[in-house]
T-cell receptor, first 114, second 111 residues
Framework: ETGVTQSPTHLIKTRGQQVTLRCSSQSGHNTVSWYQQALGQGPQFIFQ???????GRGNFPPRFSGLQFPNYSSELNVNALELDDSALYLCASSIGQGASDTQYFGPGTRLTVL | KQEVTQIPAALSVPEGENLVLNCSFT??????LQWFRQDPGKGLTSLLLIQSSQREQTSGRLNASLDKSSGRSTLYIAASQPGDSATYLCAVKAGSYQLTFGKGTKLSVIP
């Protein structure tokens, strides 16, 4: 069974650019959540996708957007990058969106905005 | 708004010592609580998950307890080893099923 994978591992961008991060869910999982973890902080919830639709969003501006594909893989897109967007971006998948469904995390993508 | 606090922020212990990490949360209406381990620059590894109806969970040298009414959880690590050095994160699931995390406790186990 393949776990959650994310690409790329590291990324360097400049202010104002756009970035796309990718996540492949664990086999059989139809729910994907994205989190942002700034240095020294706990992860912050960005949004969740269930069967290709966004069904929950944290306190992030609209320039953070996402997609989920029919195979349940997902993308996180960030437009007009700001310095504060520098962080570790974590993707987590679960077998469903139920309260007892465990989220399994990928290794993350480290984004640096210069 | 749910808030999760972890104390202490950092902890250094000699190898072999038993230790306790603390986690508190402000809203007791949770579905479950989860403890994670994070190595520097890496993703999260789930250690233990406690459902709201449970009081504790054990895995090897790890034991996590949950007191939902008081909004507290503890992670007990027995006979600590240098390989246990990492940041330990506590997260609760409530409401719209997102996880709300604390800032973590950075543990250093000295050989």
């Amino acid at each position: 069974e393949t776990g959650v994978t994310q690409s790329p591992t590291h990324l360097i961008k400049t202010r104002g650019q756009q970035v796309t991060l990718r996540c492949s869910s664990q086999s059989g999982h139809n729910t994907v959540s994205w989190y942002q973890q700034a240095l020294g902080q706990g992860p912050q919830f960005i949004f969740q996708y269930y069967r290709e639709e966004e069904n929950g969003r944290g306190n992030f501006p609209p320039r953070f957007s996402g997609l989920q594909f029919p195979n349940y893989s997902s993308e996180l897109n960030v437009n007009a990058l700001e310095l504060d967007d520098s962080a570790l971006y974590l993707c987590a998948s679960s077998i469903g969106q139920g309260a007892s469904d465990t989220q399994y995390f990928g290794p993350g993508t480290r984004l640096t905005v210069l | 708004k749910q808030e999760v606090t972890q104390i202490p922020a950092a902890l250094s212990v000699p190898e072999g010592e038993n230790l306790v990490l603390n986690c508190s949360f402000t809203d007791s209406a949770i579905y479950n609580l989860q403890w994670f381990r994070q190595d520097p620059g890496k993703g999260l590894t789930s250690l233990l998950l406690i459902q709201s109806s449970q009081r504790e969970q054990t895995s090897g040298r790890l034991n996590a307890s949950l007191d939902k009414s008081s909004g507290r959880s503890t992670l007990y690590i027995a006979a600590s080893q240098p390989g246990d050095s990492a940041t330990y994160l506590c997260a609760v699931k409530a409401g719209s099923y997102q996880l709300t995390f604390g800032k973590g406790t950075k543990l250093s186990v000295i050989p």
